[in-house]
Nanobody, 126 residues
């Protein structure tokens, strides 16, 4: 049974930082691309950043480039999202996802993945 468990969300002031973590179990982690997605109230889920399974390739949405950094530790079956210079428009529920794909750009743009976590709330106050 695949489980993705996010942590690290919370309330932060604009300009602050948060680090999200996603611990994966029940899958061959180093064979899966991983991604972070978010959904704001009344909006569709969107891809924030995705990372390939083993070669370190990354994709970022334009809205977070230069502020967010995705990384993964295959030894710990964990993917991270370091979020700096947070803005109120970054508020939403952040989801971790896993997919056995080499197409991380498509994974992020289409918000399409095999497995999803339950999400963690990120709220950025102005």
């Amino acid at each position: 049974q695949v489980q993705l468990v996010e942590s690290g969300g919370g309330l932060v002031q604009a300009g602050g930082s948060l680090r999200l973590s996603c611990a994966a179990s029940g899958l061959a982690f180093d064979n899966y691309a991983m991604g972070w997605f978010r959904q704001a109230p009344g909006k569709e889920r969107e891809g924030v950043s995705c990372i390939s399974s083993s070669d370190g390739n990354t994709y970022y949405a334009d809205s977070v480039k230069g502020r967010f950094t995705i990384s993964r530790d295959n030894a710990k079956n964990t993917v991270y999202l370091q979020m700096n210079s947070l803005k109120p428009e970054d508020t939403g529920v952040y989801y971790c996802a896993a997919d056995p794909t080499w197409g991380i750009q498509a994974m992020c743009i289409m918000a399409d993945a095999n497995y999803w976590g339950q999400g963690t709330q990120v709220t950025v106050s102005s």
